[in-house]
């Protein structure tokens, strides 16, 4: 069966079709599929809440069983921000580079560096039943850029119990402690039932 991954962005599309694969089933991008809204506004104030917002309309839109994640990080010395916001941290049009830049501007000589990474992701059948999971992972925040793997803030962020940022480590012991990938190893574990039945 054929499940819409409500993303354009093919980094995500990579992370989540090595982590969430299940037999019979093919992930398609939204750029798969025609027809489908260029952006979904992503203005709910939590990553659940956003989540479902895209798989709703993307899964409507498209008439097929739709998943949809939203994440983010967060810092514990400013009141978890970026949060929600983090794509578009530092304004419009989204920058990788950018968002990096200013959160190390916000932290510049703040020595409370914990952070986590937060990620929910949602189902969405065709009949308008809903699930979603949410995973994490805890780390801090580094006092400059390093690696080159990854996207985001990747090159920020090193997790608990390592050395090396999320950019200096490669995919699969990225994706082995990342929130993304914990939350997808649920979703697959819970859902499959749901995915299997059709």
Known sequence: MNLLVATRNRHKLDEIRQIFSLPGLTLL???????????????????????LKKARELGVASGLWTLADDSGLEVEALHNAPGVYSARYAGEPCSYPANNAKLLRELQGVTDRRARFRCAIALRAPDGREWTVDGRCEGTITESARGNNGFGYDPLFVPTGFSQTFAELDAATKNSLSHRGNALRRAAVEWRGHLNDE
């Open 29 to 51: 991008a939204a750029d798969d599929v025609e027809g489908l809204p260029e952006d979904v506004v992503e203005d709910a104030e939590t990553f659940e809440g956003n989540a």
